[in-house]
């Protein structure tokens, strides 16, 4: 397929080259996007047609439903039911920005989108190019994030075009993703909201507007060890990059110490470590995932395609804290480790 590539700033949008990749929206064709979060694969949330060629664009399971994205609340009316109380609230909180709330489905929405459930993600993305996009295609815009399916999500444009040049109709590139992990989903569909995926609306924040937010128990499982999730994503093996990624998790001092040991050990092939700012490795390659867990989450799935690129087959990664963004970064990392977590203890590691 011959792919239209643009690229568009994000402080000065071309609205002709916007109305260009809407019209392709509203036909029916396929469209990756920048968003806060991640890159995404968009399609015409109301065409099934359309939304059936993003599961095979992606080689996505048909089980797996899409996030519909919007400019504002009232244009999800024709995607929801109702609006719960609860959604509305975090809506008011937290949007644009990267937050997905899980409400029951429109009768007539299409059953690719929600993959049969009788709910629907929705979310309304602050980034400005995504906006643009939305309101030119003048549909709601279902759109998982631009990887392969199982690939770390996109969130450069060298990620997005390795992934999607050749299976969308047209690419817009636009800079780097500012979060670096996709949204946070909430299901606010039961008695207590529940996220099913933390992200950059931590569970603090929701808590701050609905009082109690439970965690999802499969949110800090490895993939492929839940047995029915409610987000149908978690149980896919997600962010895997080729390499092996063994997650060191506890104290900063413990964890250097301990990867430290682990290289000593030095495993067959090329090594890799992920480590905060100002950690010094003996490995064949070193990436610094910033100074706080923050930073972390921007870098980190970059961090995973460049082991690959480099063809690191072993990769030890640092992780300390969970509070703010680390539960997110945790979630992300325990998925691309495939269950292989050494804890090293000790309370810094809990802060
Ligand atoms: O930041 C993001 O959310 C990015 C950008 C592009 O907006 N999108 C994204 O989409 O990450 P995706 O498809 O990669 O992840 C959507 C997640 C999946 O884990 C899916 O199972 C879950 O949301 N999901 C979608 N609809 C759901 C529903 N009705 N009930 C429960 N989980 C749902
Ligand atoms: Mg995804």
Redesign the pocket.
């Known amino acids: 397929m011959d792919t239209k590539i643009i690229e568009i700033c994000e402080e000065n949008i071309d609205r002709s080259k916007m109305e260009e990749m809407g019209k392709i929206i509203a036909g029916g064709g396929l469209v990756a996007?920048p968003?806060?979060?991640?890159?995404?694969?968009?399609a015409n949330a109301l065409d099934e047609t359309a939304v059936r060629r993003i599961f095979a664009a992606k080689g996505?399971p048909a089980d797996?439903?899409?996030?519909v994205?919007v400019c504002a609340l009232e244009d999800a009316v024709q995607v929801v039911r109702e609006i719960p109380p609860a959604a509305a609230a975090l809506f008011r909180a937290f949007s644009p920005g990267?937050l997905?709330v899980?409400m029951p489905?429109a009768p007539g929405l299409n059953d690719a989108?929600?993959?049969g459930?009788d709910?629907?993600?929705v979310?309304i993305?602050a980034h400005k190019t995504?906006r643009a996009l939305i309101a030119a295609a003048g549909v709601p815009v279902a759109?998982?994030?631009?990887?392969l399916s199982g690939k770390p999500?996109p969130t450069e444009p060298a990620h997005i075009l390795a992934d999607m040049d050749g299976r969308a109709d047209g690419i817009i590139l636009g800079g780097s993703c500012a979060?670096g992990?996709?949204?946070t989903?909430v299901?606010v569909t039961g008695d207590i909201p529940v996220i099913?995926?933390p992200?950059g609306v931590t569970q603090e924040m929701l808590e701050d507007v609905l009082g109690r937010v439970d965690i999802d128990r499969h949110v800090l499982e490895a993939a492929g060890t839940a047995d029915k999730?409610?987000?149908?994503?978690?149980k896919y093996k997600?962010y895997a990059p080729d390499a092996e990624v063994t997650v060191v998790e506890g104290g900063m001092h413990a964890v250097r110490e301990k990867i430290r040991v682990l290289l000593r050990e030095r495993p067959a092939g090329k090594i890799g470590v992920l480590a905060y700012a100002g950690g010094v490795y003996d490995a064949d390659l070193t990436l610094y995932a910033g100074a706080d867990n923050q930073a972390y989450a921007r870098n980190l799935f970059g961090a995973l395609r460049a082991f690959d690129q480099a063809g690191i087959e072993t990769v030890f990664a640092e992780f300390c804290g969970d509070m703010g963004y680390g539960l997110a970064v945790r979630n992300r990392l325990y998925k691309s480790a495939a269950g292989r977590v050494i804890y090293v203890g000790d309370k810094e590691g809990k802060q």
């Open positions: 996007f968003t806060e979060t991640v890159y995404g694969l968009g996505r797996n439903p899409l996030i994205h990267p997905t899980i489905k989108v929600t993959a459930l709910t629907v993600a979310r993305p995504a759109a998982p994030s631009g990887n999500s979060v992990v996709e949204s989903v299901d099913l995926r992200g999730p409610k987000c149908p994503g978690m997600h």
